[in-house]
């Protein structure tokens, strides 16, 4: 089990940029993938970004391709999700999961989440 802490969600304007933290707890959080999700009022959790254990491979949701970058530093056991260009579409409670696969979708744990608010 990996215990998830998200960080540095705000209130952003459109076209402004935040950056997203997911720090862990537990031995093998850097053997594992991980990914950031994201749900709006009155709308199903959707998947935004991906990173393999390494941060090798990444993996983006078609709406945020382009203006978010996900990425990982497994000495700090954390990873972060840069969001330029935001959208106020883009405004939502952002989640970490873990562990995360191409395949398999969201694993078991998850963060409390934290809110993305992006004004027009």
């Known amino acids: 089990q990996v215990q998830l802490v998200e960080s540095g969600g705000g209130l952003v304007q459109a076209g402004g940029s935040l950056r997203l933290s997911c720090a862990a707890s537990?031995?093998?959080?850097?053997?594992?993938?991980v990914g950031w999700f994201r749900q709006a009022p009155g709308k199903e959790r959707e998947f935004v970004a991906g990173i393999s254990w390494n941060g090798g491979r990444t993996y983006y949701a078609d709406s945020v391709k382009g203006r978010f970058a996900i990425s990982r530093d497994n000495a700090k056991n954390t990873v972060y999700l840069q969001m330029n260009s935001l959208k106020p579409e883009d405004t939502a409670v952002y989640y970490c999961?873990?562990?995360?696969?191409?395949?398999?979708?969201?694993?078991?744990?998850w963060g409390q989440g934290t809110q993305v608010t992006v004004s027009s």
């Open positions: 999961n873990a562990p995360w696969s191409y395949v398999g979708g969201p694993g078991a744990d």
């Open positions: 537990g031995r093998t959080f850097s053997s594992i993938a």
